[in-house]
């Protein structure tokens, strides 16, 4: 998903969202999350919400700006597909290896995942893109929140009756048990997931929404101001719209709905809209840079920070007579032992965050990449 000529915005983007992504995964206690780091009980949306969707908007823009020249050429579009297909499938296998790692236990692996679902529309969305014009994306991306919101509010639930949106009995969840199975869904649930399967057709309009966006902003013929006028308007009207479709189809993470889709990708589109004419228009870019080093190699510290975590908790050490993982000892000592017990838990997410620039600033500084 790197770009054939970097935007500067979008790297920044990209980074201040993966970024968020590592803090929000990385309480010091789950049972002590800090306020505004959880995510909405059910219906409704918290800036911790907002992060996911993000990210696929700015896969949608990215996918613009690697592959708008090379798909000029049609002999070029197998080819293409045959590496989007081997991207997607990478991503979405690091995402079965964290779900495996340490134990391996194939029996009650969780099939999707964040990563996996990074992979699912990465690969739809670069399909479309290679084959279609942003008008056709613009009507996939309309059809698939219309189809979507017709699948949930009036198709009956089988084993349940009448469509609902609630945890359990939702078309949503009937689906993911009947292709996943109660053993291979989200262990926190066991009878749903909120990477599952259905919910992953609504992603994919996130990423086609960011497509558009990415059209926009790649386009030549539109001065920069008028770029960013365009970004901030679809971003306001896909907001609004996204609000009043909001009070059918209530804004819903972990269903995906497409009202969440609206509402997310306008908040994107806006935030995009504000990176680009501070950083690339306007050329204050000095301080975005910590941003960029996370940017520029996403996934890599995604991932990464997900092993690390997990080799934290293996790794046991003895403290006063009893054997605890080498994570509860650091967050012990440095953390709970002075500060109350929510901010505690704020800060050792955000020192694990920026744990990792000791890796990635050498990295960016270097221009090292690793592309995945």
Same mark, same amino acid.
């Given at each position: 998903?790197?770009?054939?000529?970097?935007?500067?915005?979008?790297?920044?983007?990209?980074?201040?969202? /993966?970024?968020?992504?590592?803090?929000?995964?990385?309480?010091?206690?789950?049972?002590?999350?800090?306020?505004?780091?959880?995510?909405?009980?059910?219906?409704?949306?918290?800036?911790?919400?907002?992060?996911?969707?993000?990210?696929?908007?700015?896969?949608?823009?990215?996918?613009?700006?690697?592959?708008?020249? %090379?798909?000029?050429?049609?002999?070029?579009?197998?080819?293409?597909?045959?590496?989007?297909?081997?991207?997607?499938?990478?991503?979405?296998?690091?995402?079965?290896?964290?779900?495996?790692?340490?134990?391996?236990?194939?029996?009650?692996?969780?099939?999707?995942?964040?990563?996996?679902?990074?992979?699912?529309?990465?690969?739809?969305?670069?399909?479309?893109?290679?084959?279609?014009?942003?008008?056709?994306?613009?009507?996939?991306?309309?059809?698939?929140?219309?189809?979507?919101?017709?699948?949930?509010?009036?198709?009956?639930?089988?084993?349940?009756?009448?469509?609902?949106?609630? %945890?359990?009995?939702?078309?949503?969840?009937?689906?993911?048990?009947?292709? &996943?199975?109660?053993?291979?869904?989200?262990?926190?649930?066991?009878?749903?997931?909120?990477?599952?399967?259905?919910?992953?057709?609504?992603?994919?309009?996130?990423?086609?929404?960011?497509?558009?966006?990415?059209?926009?902003?790649?386009?030549?013929?539109? @001065?920069?101001?008028? %770029?960013?006028?365009?970004?901030?308007?679809?971003?306001?009207?896909?907001?609004?719209?996204?609000?009043?479709?909001?009070?059918?189809?209530?804004?819903?993470?972990?269903?995906?709905?497409?009202?969440?889709?609206?509402?997310?990708?306008? &908040?994107?589109?806006?935030?995009?809209?504000?990176?680009?004419?501070?950083?690339?228009?306007?050329?204050?870019?000095?301080?975005?840079?910590?941003? /960029?080093?996370?940017?520029?190699?996403?996934?890599? /510290?995604?991932?990464?920070?997900?092993?690390?975590?997990?080799?934290?908790?293996?790794?046991?050490?003895?403290?006063?007579?009893?054997?605890?993982?080498?994570?509860?000892?650091?967050?012990?000592?440095?953390?709970?032992?002075?500060?109350?017990?929510?901010?505690?838990?704020?800060?050792?997410?955000?020192?694990?965050?920026?744990?990792?620039?000791? &890796?990635?600033? @050498?990295?960016?500084?270097?221009?090292?990449?690793?592309?995945?």
């Amino acid at each position: 998903m790197t770009p054939s000529k970097r935007l500067l915005s979008l790297d920044a983007f990209r980074g201040l969202t /993966v970024a968020a992504m590592i803090l929000v995964n990385n309480p010091g206690s789950w049972a002590r999350i800090y306020p505004p780091l959880k995510h909405a009980e059910w219906h409704g949306c918290t800036p911790t919400d907002l992060v996911f969707p993000f990210f696929l908007f700015i896969v949608g823009v990215a996918i613009v700006y690697a592959l708008e020249t %090379k798909k000029i050429d049609i002999s070029n579009h197998n080819q293409l597909l045959i590496k989007a297909a081997k991207r997607g499938a990478i991503l979405f296998g690091l995402g079965l290896f964290l779900a495996l790692f340490p134990k391996f236990n194939f029996e009650t692996v969780r099939i999707m995942g964040v990563l996996q679902r990074i992979g699912i529309v990465y690969f739809i969305c670069a399909a479309i893109f290679i084959k279609t014009t942003p008008r056709t994306q613009f009507i996939c991306m309309t059809g698939i929140l219309i189809l979507y919101w017709i699948l949930m509010t009036l198709v009956p639930v089988p084993g349940f009756g009448a469509p609902n949106l609630e %945890k359990e009995t939702n078309l949503a969840a009937w689906v993911d048990r009947l292709v &996943l199975t109660e053993n291979h869904t989200w262990k926190s649930a066991k009878t749903w997931d909120p990477e599952g399967v259905l919910s992953t057709l609504p992603a994919v309009a996130t990423g086609l929404f960011g497509m558009l966006i990415g059209s926009i902003l790649k386009g030549k013929e539109k @001065p920069a101001a008028e %770029k960013t006028t365009w970004l901030f308007s679809f971003g306001i009207i896909a907001w609004i719209l996204g609000m009043f479709w909001g009070l059918f189809f209530p804004i819903n993470k972990s269903l995906w709905t497409s009202s969440y889709v609206l509402y997310c990708g306008g &908040l994107a589109s806006m935030m995009l809209a504000l990176f680009y004419w501070i950083i690339d228009v306007q050329g204050h870019n000095r301080w975005c840079r910590i941003f /960029v080093a996370y940017g520029v190699n996403a996934i890599t /510290v995604f991932f990464l920070s997900a092993i690390i975590s997990k080799v934290m908790g293996m790794i046991k050490v003895n403290a006063n007579g009893e054997e605890v993982s080498s994570r509860t000892w650091l967050y012990d000592t440095f953390f709970t032992s002075w500060l109350p017990s929510d901010i505690a838990s704020l800060a050792w997410a955000l020192a694990f965050v920026l744990f990792f620039l000791l &890796l990635l600033w @050498p990295m960016y500084k270097k221009n090292l990449i690793i592309k995945v």
